[in-house]
């Protein structure tokens, strides 16, 4: 119920709204209800033996309300006007349910986007590092079904409330035919609810319990299937199903817990509630000597009491089922705020001599990867860093680029710490290919721009073109439309990258970097890729790591990584260098 009020607080004007016009059809509901009453005084002439006023009068309040309101409304109480008055009032509530329900439709979405936009916000403003520790799976779990549980918890919260206003108001009609029978009722109630708490106890860990298996279970299916293709070939794919029937079975059986241990407080509640009530009739009955007229309009007005009482149960357990949802969601949206990415940096960059790597220490850990680096990337020149897979390459580029920090020394632009450097203008500077090329199911075309509304068909051809990938572009069937299937499936491994960094040079970087970019390549792409480095040098300056020697043949600069060491060498020397470095790979 706490997220109720959250929501509430978050939301008052709609809440107030949706609140007011169920609480009016609720108290019509009351109203058309005390209409029974008279009616029924028609229908059934008094007990004998009872004082002649008390029955000429009316026996309740309720009545003598009703009488009155005929009275000011010039009205004779009637049969037929009495029945008048009635559907009248059942109408205006039906009206007024509709409109209410469509107001709680809307606000119930607007939740739902709010939290997703949230959740969305906050993913995109964590620090890279982060998705390295965690599991992206949980996060589409957290997108598509916590913010949809949550958003229902709201409903039901609404549903409830309004269950409960409509028990009130039956409460307060009962309460004006006879204050005795009606607190009994409210007692019973209360007693009904205490019996019953600890099922709801239940209810609320197996909800938890199905928040985790359902982000376990998106996750690990997004986890496979990324390698389904290896799985496939090996015969493997028994695997995935036998991971995946783990997590499946175990979600229902706590669905089955649940379904339960609902129907357990459901059919529960309806015994004790009879009970109470044949007591209460028992003890009106013999006890009080209640007109039979007002022992009817009792007896129903309580009944509805106990069911809306036992409605208001029921919603409350499958708001605490849903409200689980709600919580993990937030904790992960905190989690993700705690590692937002601050750039406390403010200046400009300006490319205009050189990138250096300055005294640089860096630890993932307590495992050193790199030792007192220097480097310089000097603008306008090809800088090549060679070294065996795993000796720290990729380390590199993640410190130029901002991505990781060193724990001792700097990372300069033109002599400028990046500390001090707004670091998304810095990014925007840059042009990035990555060790694996994964493409967006999409078209080329999207595939080149991600997207992007300023850059047009011929930006995207002019890349493609200098990435040498307009050639096979141009022989596709629908050359720069074609869709590329499921993360660039449908083209070879020398295509992707082409596109990937055709992507890297679009928006025309003053850096472009190269994370193993050539290494999908065959000889013949390769010496074109180099090529096509060379021309790039004119406008950009670039980073090009490999295990590869081939890319010396182009770079104007080189330096070899090795136990966390840099040390430049001549390209033409990568060679000799290389194959010390890289022995053993
Ligand atoms: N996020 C990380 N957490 C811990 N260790 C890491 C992380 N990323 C890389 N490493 C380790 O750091 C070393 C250098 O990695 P990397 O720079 O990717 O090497 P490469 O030269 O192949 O690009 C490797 O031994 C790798 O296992
Ligand atoms: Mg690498």
Redesign the pocket.
Known sequence: MRLFFLLARKYPLQTVFMLISLLVAGLLEGFGLSMLLPLLSFAIPQQAGEQVTQTAMASSKLEMLVTDLFAFLNLTPSIENILIVILISVILKSAIIIVSRRQTGYTVARIATDLRLELLRSMIAAKW?YY?HERIGAHNSAMLNETKRSSDAFRLGVQMAADSLEAVAFLVAAFLVSAEASLAAMGCSLIVFLLLRRYLRKVRKTGQQQTNLRRELLASMIDLFQSFKSLKAMAREELADYLLEKTTYSLQKVQQKQVMTQGMLKALQEPLATIFLAVGIYVTLVYWHIPLSNMIVMLFLISRVIKQVTKVQERYSEIIIQESAYWSLQKTIRNLNKHREVSSGVEIPSLKKLISLEDVNFS??K?R?LKNVHIRFPVGQITAVV??????????L?LVVGLISPQEGEVCIDGVPLQRIDLKRWRQMIGYVP?ETILLHDTIFNNVTLGEKNLKKEDALTALQAAGALEFVNELPKGIDHIVGERGGKLSGGQKQRISIARALVHRPALIVF??ATSALDPASEEAVCETMRSLRKHHTIIA?S?QTALLKCADQAYA?QNGVAEQIHPTDGNRLISKATNGI
């Open positions: 590092e390295l993932y850990g495992s990867i070294g065996a897979s795993g000796s720290g390459k990729t380390t590199i993640d060790q994370d193993e790591i295990h990584i």
